[in-house]
């Protein structure tokens, strides 16, 4: 069973960035896309970003210019670049990945916890 590994959580003050990492444990074929999701406590998890394998983008309204997200589509590693945090970004956030050839397989990691306090 393929693992999605995250990286680069922590605590960071208001204003501050941080940059998370998303890597396979093994190589996986015809992804699709990647993307970032997070859970804070209390709420649904909601989409933070995602990727496909030909560029294209998605952000939720509330990261709109604050975060970015690029990936390497050779290594299947997808970064979540995030700047001028608030404490509102405060949760765990969650690396996915969509695997399709015929069917869909979607793989999730095991969370990042990101808190922004001062």
Known sequence: QVQLVESGGGLVQ????????????????NVAAMG?????PGKQRELVARITSGGSTRFA????????????????????????LKPQDTAVY????DQVFGIRLTYWGQGTQVTVSS
Not at 15 to 28: F, M, Y
Not at 36 to 40: E, N, T
Not at 94 to 97: D, G, I, P, T
């Open 14 to 29: 208001p204003g501050g960035s941080l940059r998370l990492t998303c890597v396979p444990s093994e190589s996986i074929f």
């Open 61 to 84: 309204d509330s990261v709109k210019g604050r975060f970015t997200i690029s990936r390497d589509n050779a290594k299947n590693t997808v970064y979540l670049q995030m700047s001028s």
């Open 94 to 97: 969650y690396c996915n990945a």
């Open 36 to 40: 970032w999701y997070r859970q804070a």
